[in-house]
């Protein structure tokens, strides 16, 4: 099992999966030339993508939109992260998919009142990711100026390539990992999740 490789092959393995999903790589390829601050594409594109593959699906199975995340905190005005949003919307037209990207520097600002829970000012993109709802969605990819992938897993990666879910309760309250995680069990319930801390009990995959 990939999982259970070392980390190095491991890094190797996600490269060559996430190259099988032409979508995705496009999407890296037509942000690098944006050179935006810091930015990553993350989360779930990049697991679900593995996801499909480890479970024999195709890559871009089930992957709703693809996710970028900047760091700019020179200007947090809604004006200067909308025309990165309206040049990023150019740059991703004709894509058989839907990109979103957002500055995390502005996180702050707006999080409370959507989520419930107050969120401290990053102070990266990576800062961000940690503070996923499960330590699985913490990953974040990116091709260098010299196109080399830079990999952000605070978590590892063997829970991705294992289909293990596991919370991560640091920010995002318990009804975002459960909704997040029901939906997507729908899609792949070869998946193990595990309760969030407060429950003992972990759901083994769906039989179907």
């Given amino acids: 099992m990939t999982g259970r490789l070392p980390l190095d092959e491991q890094l190797a393995a996600l490269k060559s999966v996430l190259s099988r999903n032409e979508v995705l790589l496009e999407v890296l390829n037509r942000t690098a030339a944006l050179g935006l601050p810091g930015w990553y594409l993350k989360a779930g594109c990049l697991f679900q993508t593995v996801w499909n593959v480890v479970t024999d699906r195709h890559p871009t199975s089930g992957i709703k939109d693809y996710d970028v995340f900047y760091f700019d905190n020179h200007d947090l005005s809604w004006e200067a992260?909308?025309?990165?949003?309206?040049?990023?919307?150019?740059?991703?037209?004709?894509?058989?998919?839907?990109?979103?990207?957002?500055?995390?520097?502005r996180v702050h600002l707006w999080y409370e009142q959507k989520f419930g829970v107050p969120?401290?000012?990053?102070?990266?993109?990576?800062?961000?990711?940690?503070?996923?709802?499960?330590?699985?969605?913490?990953?974040?990819?990116r091709f260098e100026l010299d196109g080399q992938w830079r990999v952000y897993a605070p978590h590892g990666l063997a829970d991705v390539f294992n289909?293990?879910?596991?919370?991560?309760?640091?920010?995002?309250?318990?009804?975002?990992?459960?909704?997040?995680?029901?939906?997507?069990?729908?899609?792949?319930?070869?998946?193990?999740?595990?309760?969030?801390?407060?429950?003992?009990?972990?759901?083994?995959?769906?039989?179907s």
Avoid: H, M
């Fill in 81 to 105: 992260e909308d025309v990165v949003i309206k040049a990023a919307d150019e740059a991703f037209a004709g894509l058989p998919a839907e990109v979103e990207i957002r500055n995390e520097a």
């Fill in 119 to 141: 969120c401290t000012p990053y102070t990266s993109t990576e800062a961000a990711i940690d503070s996923f709802a499960a330590t699985t969605r913490c990953l974040g990819v």
């Fill in 163 to 207: 289909l293990v879910v596991r919370p991560n309760p640091v920010l995002a309250p318990r009804e975002v990992y459960e909704t997040k995680t029901a939906r997507w069990r729908q899609q792949w319930p070869e998946l193990t999740v595990l309760g969030w801390p407060s429950e003992s009990t972990v759901l083994a995959p769906s039989s």
